[in-house]
């Protein structure tokens, strides 16, 4: 029998022999829980807007890493579904998928350039966004870097970004990870690393508006393609 087309709202524990179309709007880091059992959490989103958590884990991880990207579209088959615990869940009666050999998993698209980063000028950035919507890659001339700081037990950094779209500096606040290791790699400031690229961004009104990192977020130190080029060339003409 062929799977049946589903929608995300409509999986639960008791749903058999389903299909359904997402995209993969969040991919965080691989982490390890308490009990030392390596983990990934992804955040998928289908055409009409409902979104669903979904986790791998072990060596799922590693054998899915090219087969799931953010940003693509993919049809998921019979993957697992369960209710979400409740520390974890947003909101009542929610449910999540794993993802292992159980699932069948195939592409929809086939030009892989959307799997890139997909930057925007600052000025195009919504200064307000929702649970659900894509986060946001950003393409900008490094100004400085703060030092870090501990926040209630977490690391930050806040980095200062600007391009020709924008009158002001933009403040990305990084955290964690990023905050200790790739920020510290983009501290030496020459001409030839002067622009810098962000994935996977929110939007936040802290100290008005600024863009913070999500589990999901890499720092791109060397950008390249035609924007980052046009960025440097903007630059070198500001300081003539």
């Not at 970004?161 to 400031?189: C, F, G, H, Q």
């Amino acid at each position: 029998m062929k799977p049946e087309p589903k929608k995300l709202k409509d999986l639960d524990d008791k749903t058999i022999n389903y299909k359904v179309k997402v995209k993969v709007i969040h991919k965080a880091s691989p982490q390890q829980s308490p009990n030392k059992k390596r983990f990934q959490r992804l955040i998928l989103k289908d055409e009409e807007g409902y979104t669903m958590k979904a986790t791998l884990f072990e060596k799922d991880i590693e054998r899915y890493e090219e087969a799931l990207k953010r940003n693509g579209e993919y049809e998921i088959s019979n993957a697992a579904i369960a209710p979400t615990p409740a520390q974890h869940a947003s909101h009542p009666s929610e449910y999540q998928m794993t993802i292992n050999s159980r699932a069948r998993i195939s592409p929809l698209i086939t030009d892989f350039s959307i799997l890139e980063p997909q930057y925007r000028s600052i000025a195009a950035i919504p200064r307000a966004m929702s649970e659900g919507d894509d986060l946001i890659d950003v393409l900008g001339v490094l100004l400085y870097v703060d030092d870090m700081k501990v926040i209630n037990q977490a690391n930050i950094r806040e980095i200062h970004i600007t391009d020709p779209s924008y009158d002001r500096s933009l403040m990305v606040s990084v955290w964690n990870d990023l905050a200790r290791n790739d920020s510290e790699l983009i501290k030496t400031w020459s001409p030839s690393n002067v622009v810098i690229g962000f994935t996977a961004l929110r939007s936040t009104t802290i100290k008005g508006f600024s863009m913070a990192s999500t589990m999901s977020s890499e720092i791109i130190k060397h950008p390249q393609g035609t924007k980052a080029e046009t960025l440097r060339t903007w630059y070198v003409i500001l300081s003539v």
